[in-house]
């Protein structure tokens, strides 16, 4: 009989942001798996019990995930936690949830506080469509690339950050997405919880005024005007169309077929663009 893996959501601050159902789990599994295990003893502490706790964080995950496999196979029950939130959303977990699943183990999730979710929901911003892409690239140039893929995209744009680098990726928001309106969370939940709204150019000088900027971020951009068709450059086009599963060539055809031009003339103008 094998055992069972716990995903469970654990508080991104407030240690009472956490359900009945997800104490009552971390109370009965026989381990525990969490990035730092004095973060989740502090936890555990909070609710008045303690477990067996294990590491499982980015650098030990390729072998512990196995190793954590294997005792779930066995009849092990395990919960995954990790620092904050919801395990796996831009935190370590899917080789160990893929191990499990290979194995025939249960994989159940325990769902509970999210910082994406927190933050969309008090933003302002739209909620009906939104794209997560976890951290942005530290470089710059990497950096503005990913967002100048995402400029002709019309959800709400969800990222989190760290501090030292918001003021740069600010500047790079505005500069390459323009006016859009951004909300910034910082620290939800924690004493020091604070939400900023605005352009990216204001957003950025009012924490640019400040000695320094800390906490946790998360930066949301709001959606953009949907452009018409014939406005966004060809390559791009195309590119958008192979982003959603579509051949390089099924895509050159539709665009082709919606602009009213050949083949030859779409797939010429698509190459100009890549060079």
Partial sequence: MTGTLYVVATPIGNLEDITYRAVRILREVDLIA???TRHTRKLLEHYGFAKPLVSYHEHNEALRAEELAGKLASGISIALVSDAGMPLVSDPGYRLVSAAIRAGVPVIPVPG???LLAALAA???ATDSFYFGGFLPAKSGQRARVLESLCCETATLVFYEAPHRILNTLEDIERILGQRPVALAREMTKMHEEFLRGTAGEVRAALAARPAVKGEITLLIGKGREPESSQIPIERAVDALERTGMS?????KEVARTRGLSKREVYRQ???GKG
């Fill in 248 to 252: 390089r060539m099924d895509a050159i």
């Fill in 113 to 115: 506080p999210s910082a």
């Fill in 34 to 36: 969490c990035e730092d």
């Fill in 123 to 125: 933003s302002g911003l």
């Fill in 270 to 272: 698509a190459e100009i």
